[in-house]
């Protein structure tokens, strides 16, 4: 089950690397390819929630084996979700083309989104192929600086000097919280392997 996870997430990793890059460049091409692949990660999710179904209805695990079965049931819709985002930023570059989606003002700001989204997702392919909870951490610090980034996108679209158009105002909305929520998912994967791991929940500070 670990070995599909690790496949999963590194189809996610190399989705929202495509994805951003179509959205930054504006490469129709490049959209069209994570859109197509997100059924191939819906697949492998389907087929990953049918086996664990079937373990524990025939072998009733116990104790690590449970919580194994549990959690990658649980981190399998997170790694479906991050894969939709990854297409609906694609999506997004598709509808814009040849056009970019953001006006220049915002551009720097959701190249730094998607360089943090990708570095993410890689880093949760290791954390699920080793449980090195320092990656855990790193994912955790990582998701706060795409929240602030995020915080920025809207500061600037609600800002008296934004002259974007309705169109503009609406996709950098979009696109931001399509970044924003691609991490959240990450780093719930990320509690999720940390409770595999050690058996105990991680609570947010509050």
Do not use: C
Not at 35 to 40: H, V
Not at 55 to 75: E, F, G, H, N
């Amino acid at each position: 089950m670990r070995e599909r996870l690790v496949t999963i997430s590194d189809l996610v990793a190399n989705s929202i690397e495509l994805a951003t890059r179509a959205f930054n460049e504006s490469d129709v091409a490049l959209a069209e390819t994570v859109i197509a692949e997100d059924d191939r990660i819906d697949e492998l999710v389907l087929s990953l929630d049918e086996l664990a179904i079937n373990i524990l209805a025939r072998q009733q695990p116990v104790a690590r084996d449970l919580r194994i079965v549990v959690s990658a049931l649980r981190i399998s819709a997170s790694l479906e979700r991050m894969g939709d985002m990854s297409s609906h930023i694609a999506q997004l570059a598709r509808y814009r083309y040849p056009d970019k989606v953001v006006p220049k003002g915002l551009r720097s700001t959701f190249a730094e989104m998607g360089r943090l989204d990708v570095g993410m997702a890689r880093k949760l392919t290791e954390l699920l192929r080793t449980e090195d909870l320092d990656l855990a951490e790193e994912i955790r610090n990582d998701d706060d600086d795409i929240d602030d980034l995020h915080l920025k996108v809207f500061d600037k679209v609600l800002g008296e000097t934004w002259k974007g158009a309705a169109v503009d105002t609406v996709d950098a909305t979009l696109a931001s919280r399509y970044h924003e929520r691609f991490a959240d998912h990450a780093v719930s994967i990320a509690k999720k392997v940390q409770y595999l791991a050690t058996g105990d929940w991680v609570v947010p500070a509050s």
